[in-house]
C-alpha cells in the first residue's frame, strides 16, 4: 500500500502530520478538552520513532515544498510534523522530544492569542458545552442568538458529540456568531471564573523565541483563530498580513507558510497568500500530497491519540504504521473532508442577503436546484460598487441567498452534496 500511494505520488510520499495539543496525561485532559486535539507525550514520541523505522525522513515544510515544486530529489518519503494553534503543550512537552531527536517541525500561531490568557474559541464553547450539559441546563432560544439551536440541539438531544456537533458549527459560522454565544451562555450560566477553561494555554514570544533559537519554524494562521472563508476580504487580508507582520516582528523569522483554521481555504484566501509572499499553505484534507501539486493546498494527516490505540487499549504500532501508510484511505475506509471551500462575504448589514462568490465553470442549471436563490451571471464587463463583491467578480458567478444556512447549499450541485 505504500508502494501504491509512492506511485500515485509522483515518485515520493509527502507525508503531512498535524498536531494540537502534547500533553502529560492524556486520560486526565481528556475529560475537560476536545479529545481529538490531544495527543499524550509519549505516544507523539513513538510516532516519530515509527515514522524514522518506517524509511521516512522527518523533514521541514520547505523540504516539503522544494521537493512538490522539482528543486530537490527526495532520496526517501518526507514525514513534516506540524502543530496548529501555539498551545504552551507543545512548548512543554513537545518541543523537548524533538530538540532531543533532532526532528525539524512548525508550530501555526494565530497572533492575537500569542503572549495573553485568551482561550480560543473552540476551546471556551467545549467548555460551555459541558457546563451545559453538567448543570442540566436548558436553554431558552428565544433570548439567545439565533444560530444558537443549531448548536445546542444536535448536543442536548443526542444526535452528535459535543465535539462533532462544535467542529460542524464553526466551519459554517463566522467568528462573530461564536463570540455571541459564548457571552449568552456565560451569562445565561451565572458568570463567573469556573465559566473560562484552565486548560488551553498559549505559548508567551519568549517561548517562541526559545523555540526558534533552536531551529524550529513558525508561520502564520490569522490573528484570531478566524476561519476566513466565512469573513470578508479586507478581514482576510487583515488576518494573513498582520499575522505574518507580528511573527516577523517578535520572533525576527521570516514568515513563508500558513496554515487554514479549520482547513478550510478558498481561491482567495490564495490569492492573498501569494500576493503577501507565502510560499504555502496547509488543509486538513486526509489525502496524498503529488509531487507537481499545489503548494497552497498541501494534505495534512490530523493525528490524535485514539488513532494509535489497538484493540487492547494500548499503543500498536502496526495501526500507527497503517495511518501512516494511508491503508484505510486505499481501502476506501475512510472518507476525507474537503477544504476548498466557494468564499462567502458577509453581509456588512443586517438582513442583507449573504453574497457567495461562485468559480465560474460551476453550471447555473445545477446552481439553480437549490431554490429561492438569484444566480448573476459577471463574467461580462461590469459595474460593481459593493467592495465586499467588486474584488472577487471577475469570471465568476455570484449567488444570492436569503439566509446564510442556504448559501452554502446554493454553491454546490445537489448531487455534489
Given at each position: 500500500m505504500a508502494a501504491y500511494r509512492r506511485s500515485q505520488s509522483g515518485g515520493r510520499r509527502i507525508l503531512i502530520v498535524s498536531y494540537h495539543r502534547v500533553v502529560s496525561d492524556f486520560t486526565g485532559e481528556l475529560q475537560r478538552s476536545i479529545p481529538g486535539l490531544l495527543i499524550s507525550q509519549e505516544t507523539f514520541r513513538r510516532h516519530l520513532e515509527q515514522a524514522h523505522a518506517a524509511g521516512f525522513e522527518l523533514a521541514s515544510i520547505g523540504d516539503a515544498v522544494d521537493v512538490m515544486e522539482g528543486r530537490r530529489a527526495a532520496k526517501k518519503d518526507l514525514f513534516v510534523v506540524t502543530f496548529d494553534d501555539g498551545y504552551r503543550d507543545v512548548y512543554r512537552y513537545a518541543y523537548p522530544v524533538l530538540k532531543q531527536m533532532g526532528v525539524p517541525a512548525i508550530t501555526y500561531l494565530p497572533t492575537a492569542f500569542?503572549?495573553?490568557?485568551?482561550?480560543?474559541?473552540?476551546?471556551?464553547?467545549?467548555?460551555?458545552?459541558?457546563?451545559?450539559?453538567?448543570?442540566?441546563?436548558?436553554?431558552?432560544?428565544?433570548?439567545?442568538?439565533?444560530?444558537?439551536?443549531?448548536?445546542?440541539?444536535?448536543?442536548?438531544?443526542?444526535?452528535?458529540?459535543?465535539?462533532?456537533?462544535?467542529?460542524?458549527?464553526?466551519?459554517?459560522?463566522?467568528?462573530?456568531?461564536?463570540?455571541?454565544?459564548?457571552?449568552?451562555?456565560?451569562?445565561?450560566?451565572?458568570?463567573?471564573?469556573?465559566?473560562?477553561?484552565?486548560?488551553?494555554?498559549?505559548?508567551?514570544?519568549?517561548?517562541?523565541?526559545?523555540?526558534?533559537?533552536?531551529?524550529?519554524?513558525?508561520?502564520?494562521?490569522?490573528?484570531?483563530?478566524?476561519?476566513?472563508?466565512?469573513?470578508?476580504?479586507?478581514?482576510?487580508?487583515?488576518?494573513?498580513?498582520?499575522?505574518?507582520q507580528t511573527i516577523e516582528r517578535e520572533v525576527g523569522v521570516q514568515v513563508k507558510d500558513f496554515a487554514y483554521c479549520n482547513g478550510w481555504y478558498s481561491d482567495e484566501m490564495i490569492r492573498v497568500l501569494k500576493q503577501n509572499g507565502f510560499r504555502s499553505g496547509v488543509t486538513t484534507e486526509d489525502l496524498p500530497n503529488r509531487v507537481g501539486g499545489d503548494p497552497f493546498a498541501l494534505k495534512r494527516k490530523v493525528m490524535w491519540e485514539n488513532f494509535s490505540l489497538g484493540m487492547m487499549g494500548d499503543y500498536s504500532s502496526s495501526l500507527t504504521v497503517c495511518q501512516f501508510d494511508d491503508c484505510f484511505g486505499v481501502l476506501g475506509m475512510s472518507h476525507p473532508v474537503l477544504g476548498h471551500r466557494p468564499h462567502i462575504l458577509s453581509p456588512a448589514v443586517s438582513g442583507a442577503p449573504n453574497i457567495l462568490v461562485q468559480e465560474a465553470a460551476a453550471a447555473e442549471v445545477a446552481l439553480a436546484k437549490a431554490t429561492p436563490v438569484e444566480v448573476v451571471d459577471v463574467t461580462a464587463p461590469v459595474i460593481v460598487t459593493d467592495p465586499r463583491v467588486a474584488a472577487a467578480v471577475t469570471g465568476a458567478q455570484v449567488v444570492v441567498a436569503p439566509n446564510v444556512a442556504l448559501a452554502p447549499e446554493a454553491a454546490q450541485p445537489e448531487e455534489l452534496q
Open positions: 500569542i503572549n495573553t490568557d485568551k482561550r480560543f474559541n473552540h476551546d471556551r464553547l467545549f467548555h460551555l458545552l459541558r457546563c451545559v450539559q453538567e448543570r442540566r441546563f436548558r436553554p431558552d432560544y428565544s433570548t439567545m442568538p439565533g444560530p444558537s439551536v443549531q448548536l445546542l440541539g444536535p448536543i442536548l438531544s443526542g444526535q452528535k458529540t459535543t465535539s462533532a456537533a462544535l467542529d460542524d458549527f464553526i466551519g459554517e459560522h463566522p467568528t462573530r456568531v461564536l463570540t455571541g454565544i459564548i457571552d449568552a451562555l456565560e451569562q445565561r450560566l451565572g458568570g463567573g471564573s469556573d465559566l473560562l477553561p484552565e486548560q488551553g494555554d498559549v505559548m508567551n514570544w519568549d517561548e517562541v523565541r526559545q523555540m526558534a533559537r533552536d531551529g524550529f519554524e513558525f508561520g502564520a494562521h490569522t490573528l484570531g483563530h478566524t476561519v476566513l472563508t466565512l469573513e470578508p476580504t479586507a478581514v482576510v487580508e487583515k488576518e494573513i498580513v498582520e499575522s505574518k
